[in-house]
């Protein structure tokens, strides 16, 4: 079964940096784009990047762009979502998602993982 | 960036109705075009590609139509089990997009 499982929620103080992690499972990670969506508290879903775990190619939305860093380790199936200085308007639920082979739609989806950032 | 809108924003309909949303993109997308479900807490699970292909495992109740700018998502004969929030999504080229989301209730 293909799955991708998220790392737990977290909550943050403003200023504070954050890595949260999306391990696959049931295929071939380093041959399947990855991408993150934002959802903020009662909105919609936002296309914030994706990466190529197979070589680390990287793509960012450019609402997205310099805010945020995204990574992929290969060797242990896993992607990133990283934050040097979170703000409280980052608050929100992050999914990571498996880009299908041929197209850019996406399934699965992890579970999903809670940011909240607040003083 | 191209910008999809989805109506209507919620619709209230009983168990047996036949259900229809609509998603507009702002320029032509052919049919690169994704319909996903989303249950309040849980993950989008992707329903519908190609703008008119059913996913492995989703009823047949669901269908999708559609090219170019104009695009429907069908639930033929709802289910209390359909309610929840669904989104379109561009897959034509990135950013990728999606719509703003139409809340499906039951009566």
């Known amino acids: 079964e293909v799955q991708l499982v998220q790392s737990g929620a977290e909550v943050k103080k403003p200023g504070e940096s954050l890595k949260i992690s999306c391990k696959g499972s049931?295929?071939?990670?380093?041959?399947?784009?990855i991408g993150w969506v934002r959802q903020m508290p009662g909105k919609g879903l936002e296309l914030m990047g994706v990466i190529y775990p197979g070589d680390s190619d990287t793509r960012y939305s450019p609402s997205f762009q310099g805010q945020v860093t995204i990574s992929a380790d290969k060797s242990i199936s896993t992607a990133y979502l990283q934050w040097i200085s979170l703000k409280a308007s980052d608050s929100a639920v992050y999914y990571c998602?498996?880009?299908?082979?041929?197209?850019?739609?996406?399934?699965?989806w992890g579970q999903g993982t809670l940011v909240t950032v607040s003083s | 960036d191209i910008q999809m809108t989805q109506s209507p924003s919620s619709v209230s309909a009983s168990v047996g109705d036949r259900v229809t949303i609509t998603c507009r993109a702002s320029?032509?997308?052919?049919?690169?075009l994704a319909w996903y479900q989303q249950k309040p807490g849980k993950a989008p699970r992707l329903l519908i590609y190609?703008?008119?292909s059913l996913q492995s495992g989703v009823p047949s109740r669901f269908s999708g139509s559609g090219s170019g700018t104009d695009f429907t998502l069908t639930i033929s004969s709802l289910q209390p089990e359909d309610a929840a929030t669904y989104f379109c999504q561009q897959a034509n080229s990135f950013p990728l997009t999606f719509g703003g989301g139409t809340k499906v209730e039951i009566k």
């Open positions: 320029q032509g997308i052919s049919t690169w």
């Open positions: 049931g295929y071939s990670f380093s041959s399947y784009w």
């Open positions: 190609a703008a008119s």
């Open positions: 998602a498996r880009r299908a082979s041929s197209s850019e739609w996406f399934d699965p």
